[in-house]
């Protein structure tokens, strides 16, 4: 079978003056995710939604924030960013966007918002699994449309789990629906999951949401050296 070769690429830590393209590979590697479509009101709470978990992530000394850069162009092609946790850390403080504060409810219609949902589960079953464990709280994995497929997000996920080996640490992850066949070939095993059912977020609510239906979003974990 023919398959596409790998684009050469470096892995490099991202600092600040990179937001503008990390924020640009965000908003277009989700914008087919359902469940990150309707997570915003517009585009501009999504950008500074993500402008607001950059500036956190980067000036945060257990957040690695890694971007895959093209060898041949320099421009960013994807990034990860991926949170140290010790025993006595805050698994509620700030890492991935849907834990980036909002309302925790719709001001019109008096309801909890999707990102209030899945932030509120993910904590809960995080605390269930990891509480008093030293592990690496896997965040955010991001490739450009025009760059997946050719081993790029194999490599950033490689750069987390190799990180984790070397300190013989478990690794914890959300994952989105596309990401999920990446991960289990790194190792990471299911451990619980979470169905959303989008059409209630979605403008026109139960009754009008067509084309939104249920998303799955999965908790896994990967044990050191798997
Ligand atoms: C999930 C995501 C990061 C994967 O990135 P990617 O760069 O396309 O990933 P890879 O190229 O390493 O691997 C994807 C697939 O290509 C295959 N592949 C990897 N290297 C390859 C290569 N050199 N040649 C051909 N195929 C390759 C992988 O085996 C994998 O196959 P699969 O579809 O059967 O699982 C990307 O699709 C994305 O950004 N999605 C939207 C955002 C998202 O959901 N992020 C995860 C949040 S939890």
Known sequence: MHRPRSIAISLLPASEDDIPSLIRVHMTAFAYDNSARLMFKDKDEYETALLDMLKAQLSNPKIAVIKAISKDTGNVLGWQASRFLGEDDDLGAVAGVEEVEDETKDRKENTPTLRSVIRKDSVRVQQDWMANREYIHFTTLVVDPAAQGHGVGTALVRWVTD???EHGIYCWLQSSQAAHGIYLKAGFKDVGSFEVDLREFAPGGKRGGWGW???????????PGS
């Open 213 to 223: 239906g249920l998303y799955k979003y999965r908790y896994m974990l990967r044990l």
């Open 163 to 165: 990180n984790a080996d």
